[in-house]
């Protein structure tokens, strides 16, 4: 597409709030999708040359509508179906297009959906994508990202969902699976932004330009808050993640004076106002664990007795042994390797042939001193991971670990 | 055009028995380095399809089913692992003589001390459409 950026923009917000009216109207995801990819298809090629309506929004709408009328009228079986269907549903109340977009979100993120399905069919519906952008994120053929949002569609479809706003403890649950997708996106382009996978970041910004419409749209919760502050305080980092053959850096040796520090003021902005809420959630406290290693100008400087108390209170809320994991080695940075050592032990079970704890193992015994320990757990870590950047990492620390003992320092 | 998946194992070489973990951390560097480049000029010459590393043998699992029952999963370690794909490249090439060439490139990775590896790189092409009636 060539529109220019400020077009594209205005076309993807109002992208979700043209496709709740005709979902509204209409009762059927499927066709009324495909109805507005080409309403914006449209606009996309008139309006550079004729000019932008006076009311964008409103010409979308009409167009999407005509559309999907035509497609109605071609259609027999279709017309009878999705004809009853439409004079069936009462009227809906009208509302203003943002809450469409939240109501949009919600349904896009119903549990009937596997977390894989939610995403794909988020990008397509509410974050405006398309079908090849969103395979090619995913490094998977078009034809199956294709199929992959057509079943979940009908999924939505045959789970009878109303497109209301869910109620009460349902819309809560509704938006934990909201914001767990988000985070998902987000990890997804983040986590495989080193190497041959650069390309992939484009989802963090998706993630983060989703995340900051659904806390313009829902400024009084927490989580969200969260979770916006935690995307943008660990997206800051990624400049300084990757060193110049593309390989994986640490956040201990990172040149943290390649942060972003505009994002990480946001992310600062954003946790602190989530805190004057009040109730906080998971996402506050992740958010806080990063905004205090963004803050630390050297890694020396870290404050570690505060990101202990921090993971502390993560692994009371969530009973992660991820989390315990992280909290091990923040202990060890303050009480020393062989307290964190000890934390770990009651992981044996819950993390078993999980390659992070032989990687923080391998971490630990090499600030004890204990070469052959640490060069033994750096290679399981190593074997056992399934990323290329961090098992060039962990291969290549066993290897230095390996020749600074085999010539010791004169 | 035409495909051909290159692919190699874990098995060492004559050149080469070292497992990587052992070599000295620079030429870890220069090998990871040759095989990023080596993708990178296959995807702009157009002849790159994929390039997938795998996760090591201790991930790897067996699977046999008689199709009752539950399938049998046998986990490793396997005394054979080094017969296992550690990798692969599939590329999409003018001719044979195209993929043998990106294969010979592929097996003078770098190894300890800056010396090729010899990997054996197994070339192997893809089937794809009739060339005509038969």
Not at chain 2, 46 to 67: M, R, S, W, Y
Request: proline content about 6%.
């Amino acid at each position: 597409m060539t529109a220019r950026p400020g077009l594209e923009d205005l076309l993807r917000e109002l992208a979700p709030q043209v496709l709740g009216v005709l979902i509204r109207r209409f009762g059927d995801f499927g066709s009324a999708e495909d109805a507005v990819q080409e309403a914006l298809l449209a606009a996309a090629l008139h309006w550079p040359a004729e000019g932008r309506p006076d009311n964008p929004r409103g010409w979308l709408i009409q167009a999407a509508v005509r559309r999907m009328t035509d497609q109605l009228r071609s259609d027999q079986a279709r017309r009878r179906r999705e004809g009853a269907a439409a004079f069936a549903e009462p009227p809906a109340p009208d509302v203003t297009g943002r809450d469409d977009t939240l109501v949009l979100l919600f349904m896009c993120c119903h549990p009937a959906l596997t977390a894989a399905s939610a995403i794909a069919l988020t990008l397509r519906a509410v974050g405006g994508l398309t079908t090849a952008e969103i395979a090619n994120a995913f490094l998977v053929p078009e034809a199956t990202m294709a199929q992959r949002i057509s079943r979940a569609k009908q999924r939505i479809r045959d789970s009878g969902v109303p497109f209301t706003m869910p109620e009460g403890d349902e819309r809560a649950q509704r938006l934990r699976s909201v914001l767990q997708v988000l985070y998902l996106v987000f990890n997804e382009g983040y986590t495989s932004s080193i190497g041959a996978d650069l390309h992939r970041t484009e989802l963090s910004g998706e993630a983060i330009r989703l995340a900051r419409m659904l806390h313009a749209m829902l400024p009084g919760d927490g989580e969200v808050a969260g979770l916006l502050a935690l995307m943008l305080l660990t997206d800051a980092r990624r400049p300084a993640r990757t060193g110049a053959g593309g390989e994986l850096i640490p956040l201990a040796e990172q040149d943290r004076t390649l942060w972003d520090r505009r994002l990480i003021a946001e992310g600062v902005a954003v946790i602190t106002g989530a805190l004057a809420i009040g109730v906080v959630g998971e996402y506050q406290v992740q958010a806080l664990i990063a905004a205090v290693h963004d803050d630390a100008a050297r890694v020396e400087d870290t404050d570690w007795p505060q990101i202990l108390a921090l993971y502390g209170l993560l692994e009371r809320m969530t009973g992660n042994p991820m989390v315990a994991l992280n909290r091990a080695i923040a202990a060890a940075m303050i009480h020393g390797p062989a307290a964190g050592l000890k934390l770990l032990d009651p992981l044996d079970g819950p993390l078993a042939g999980h390659y992070r704890l032989d990687a923080v193992r391998a971490h630990l015994y090499e600030m004890a001193g204990d070469v052959p320990a640490a060069v033994a757990h750096y290679r399981a870590a190593a074997g056992r991971t399934t990323s290329v950047p961090e098992q060039q990492y962990l291969t290549t620390q066993a290897a230095r670990l390996q020749a600074a003992a085999a010539q010791p320092d004169p | 055009m035409t495909k051909f998946l290159l692919l190699q194992n874990y098995a060492g070489t004559a050149v080469c028995d070292l497992p990587m973990t052992d070599w000295a951390p620079g030429d870890i560097k220069a090998h990871i380095d040759f095989q990023m480049a080596l993708n990178a000029e296959l995807a702009s010459n157009g002849e790159l399809v994929e390039a997938q590393g795998l996760a090591g043998p201790e991930l790897a699992k067996f699977v046999t089913f008689d199709g009752e029952g539950a399938p049998v999963v046998t986990d490793g370690p396997f005394p054979e692992s080094k017969e296992l794909l550690a990798g692969y490249r599939m590329v999409d090439v003018e001719s044979e003589a195209r993929a043998v060439e990106i294969a010979a490139k592929a097996s003078a990775a770098p190894g300890p001390g800056g010396v090729p590896i010899q990997q054996p790189i197994e070339v192997r092409q893809v089937m794809g459409a009739p060339s005509g009636d038969l």
